[in-house]
């Protein structure tokens, strides 16, 4: 009996093993025998082999994505741009009466990059003027909203699926704090809505503050 070691083993795993070698295990072949020992230490080899490969591929994964985040954002982005228009209903507060609005808002889009510009008009006369612009990254979204106080409130979030989920920090205490919840969010080709939802400090319970359904 002929216990065969590692180095043999390991020759007749390369891509082209050395012919005496083979030569060797074919006219030996009645006679040969693989010891525990080597069995082990093949099987740890090709473990270590395996956890390399997949070392590497989790490192070029992480040095492409960064550039390839943005490039999927963009083809979603530039669905969101045109011109849109419609109605929702707003509160002044958590309690208040709903007022119901119309609105017109023009958005634009680049890979990385969504800026909206338009109004809302509620009450018959008072009307508003908001904004937003966005940046989108591998680090999710960022940016800035500007909604009737005319001061600038920052946003950061992410997209799932069609929607862009943002947290909003108000630029002053509103409903008991300057936190909230918005949503952009793409239904089908032609309709788009925009919900803002607080948190109600006396029941603890979310509200729905704000919810425009537009269309173009």
Request: glycine residues 8%; proline residues 4%; positive net charge.
């Given at each position: ?115 909206m510009q ?65 949503t952009i ?32």
């Amino acid at each position: 009996m002929i216990f065969l070691g590692t180095n043999v083993i390991s020759e007749t795993l390369k891509k082209e093993p050395d012919r005496n070698v083979i030569a060797w295990l074919v006219h030996h072949d009645a006679e040969i025998a693989l010891p525990t020992v080597t069995i082990a230490e093949i099987a740890s080899r090709q473990i270590i082999a395996m956890r390399t490969f997949l070392a590497s591929a989790l490192i070029a994964a992480t040095i492409f994505w960064p550039s390839l985040a943005p490039a999927a954002e963009g083809d979603f982005l530039r669905m969101l741009a045109g011109s849109w228009s419609g109605r929702g209903t707003v509160l002044t507060r958590i309690g208040a009466r709903p007022i119901n609005i119309t609105c017109n808002l023009a958005i634009e889009a680049v890979t990385t990059a969504l800026s909206m510009q338009g109004n809302c008009r509620g009450l018959l006369v008072v009307r508003r003027n908001i904004s937003a612009n966005l940046q989108a990254s591998d680090r999710g979204y960022r940016g800035t909203y500007v909604g009737p106080s005319g001061q600038p409130s920052t946003l950061a979030g992410n997209r799932r699926g069609n929607a862009i989920n943002l947290g909003v920090r108000w630029a002053r205490v509103t409903n008991g704090d300057r936190a909230a919840n918005m949503t952009i969010e793409r239904i089908g080709n032609d309709r788009l809505r925009l919900q803002t939802v607080d948190n109600d400090p006396a029941s603890g319970k979310s509200v729905v503050t704000s919810r425009i359904d537009l269309s173009r």
